[in-house]
């Protein structure tokens, strides 16, 4: 057997099961031990040749020392899995029932996922806020099934799939921020204080309009009872002179 690989190893902790394999299965071929993990060995029976049970002897040394390379390249939880396997075969396969069958479902999730994250866009009645914490859901969910997502990609999408409406916004982040080094959360306080400066400004030209729609009611209303008291004197005093007698 070649010498052991004692540095630069891959140790799985759990996560990018696949991946490791990959590496792995790279390192016991090196080791010439990759049929003893994956396919094991047998035990010689009692009428078994004199280079039989040599053979065997030799398989069994070369299963203590890919368990000790196995070993090292898993993390202390995941050791505790397998520290009770008797063969090399028998940590490979607690391994694979334990995280293949999970990466499987992992990959037919995020692959759900990815294709509503693709089309995700902004309702005409939602908010910047609201619509950046849905985001934030899935791209959450996406990361728990290993994926890497960069804080950039999501603020371009966030920005490129924003409504007509918002664009006075786009307009002003992309002017006074670093759309290179943004991170998600500070999209999201920018987009909530603009936000907060819209509704403020809004309620401000609310109670604007509301004091201009009471002042020219207060006219109206003056001026509606000026001419109401001059028609009623002109009528009485028309009342009177229509009552004298004219010589």
């Known amino acids: 057997m070649a010498g052991m690989v004692h540095s630069n190893l891959s140790v799985f902790d759990g996560k990018g099961y696949d991946d490791w394999c990959v590496k792995m299965d790279s390192i ?4 010439e031990v990759d049929e003893i993990v994956k396919k094991g060995f047998k035990e010689p029976l ?4 004199e280079e039989a049970k040599r053979q065997h002897k030799e398989n069994t040394r070369l299963d203590y020392k890919t368990r000790m390379l196995l070993h090292q390249c898993v993390s202390a939880a995941n050791f505790q899995k397998v520290s009770k396997a008797v063969t090399a075969k028998e940590v490979w396969d607690i391994l694979q029932e334990g ?5 499987k479902v ?4 995020l692959q ?6 693709e089309p995700l866009g902004m309702g005409e009645q ?4 609201e619509y950046i914490g849905r985001i934030q859901v899935v ?8 994926k890497v997502v960069k804080d950039k990609k999501i603020v371009e999408k966030i920005l490129k799939m924003l409504t007509p409406q918002c664009y006075h916004i786009v307009l002003a982040i992309e002017e006074c921020k670093d759309l290179e080094n943004m991170r998600v959360e500070e999209l999201q306080n920018s987009q909530e204080e603009h936000e907060q400066r819209l509704v403020e400004r ?5 109670v604007v309009v509301q004091g201009t729609n009471q002042a020219f009611q207060a006219r109206n209303n003056q001026s509606y009872k000026g001419r109401g008291v001059g028609r009623g004197r002109g009528r009485s005093r028309g009342g009177r002179s229509g009552g004298r007698k004219i010589d």
């Not at 759900?112 to 994250?117: E, G, K």
């Not at 791209?139 to 728990?144: C, L, S, T």
């Not at 809004?202 to 609310?206: D, F, H, I």
């Open 28 to 31: 016991l071929r090196f080791q």
């Open 46 to 49: 009692k009428g078994d040749s």
């Open 99 to 103: 995280y293949a069958n999970s990466e």
């Open 106 to 109: 992992k990959k037919i999730r």
């Open 112 to 117: 759900s996922l990815q294709r509503h994250y």
């Open 126 to 129: 939602e908010s910047v806020v």
């Open 139 to 146: 791209v959450n969910a996406m990361r728990a099934c290993d």
């Open 202 to 206: 809004r309620n401000a030209e609310k």
